[in-house]
């Protein structure tokens, strides 16, 4: 396929190529899964996000901020839930700190009422990806549903999956779980 120098530098910037030399699976390079449940067959422009340093998860809200090591998450008080993952086709069972537990000891409201019900958190992994909770959502007092930030899998450490990974109970795809937990943020829609 012959075309002319603009398209040849349209196409290329584009990241596209020349057609003839690609096949269509090369026309849109994916993105290795981040989260557990990333979209597959999203392209690497859409997706991209800068990778995080390593360390202990960062938990940010309202101008205070504390760090949790993998030592200090272990002696809190945990929670163990036990959960389908459509991707591993098995339930699960996970034990770690409810996040709320961790919210509040930022000063996160724990009865949450009017402008309160704005509030949500943004949880990303070091890969960069990253999903959304309202405040509603992780609040036990509002849903009866467990957010953790599990620190074990059926009793043994996450492996690739860690230190510390988010856990949903109540979802039916585990689309809004992080691995390899690096910051949440708590922010206001206002």
């Known amino acids: 396929m012959r075309m002319g120098v603009r398209t ?3 196409l290329l910037g584009l ?5 003839a030399a690609q096949t269509p699976a090369q026309n849109q390079p994916t993105m290795p899964m981040g989260g557990m449940g990333q979209m597959e067959g999203m392209t690497a422009g859409a997706m991209k996000k800068p990778v995080l340093p390593a360390g202990p998860l960062k938990i940010v809200f309202a101008g205070k901020s504390a760090e949790w090591t993998t030592a ?3 002696a809190l ?9 459509v991707h591993a086709k098995a339930n699960q069972t ?3 700190v409810p996040l709320f537990t961790l919210l509040r000891q930022l000063g996160v409201p724990e009865t949450q009422h009017g ?3 704005r509030l949500y958190v943004v949880v990303e992994g070091a890969d960069g990806y990253e999903a959304v909770y309202s405040l ?3 609040n036990p007092d509002l849903r009866d549903t467990t957010v953790l930030v599990a620190d074990t899998l059926d009793g043994k450490p996450l492996g690739e999956s860690g230190p510390q990974q988010l856990i949903a109970t109540g979802e039916k795809r585990p ?3 992080v691995r390899n937990l690096a910051r949440i943020r708590v922010l206001s829609a206002d």
């Not at 163990?80 to 993952?85: E, I, L, Q």
Request: glycine share 10%.
């Open 8 to 10: 040849a530098v349209f």
């Open 15 to 19: 990241g596209l190529g020349t057609a």
């Open 72 to 74: 200090a998450l272990a």
């Open 77 to 85: 008080p945990h929670q163990t839930v036990t959960v389908y993952n």
């Open 94 to 96: 996970y034990s770690g």
């Open 115 to 117: 402008k309160d019900l």
């Open 136 to 138: 509603a959502e992780i």
């Open 175 to 177: 689309a809004r779980w």
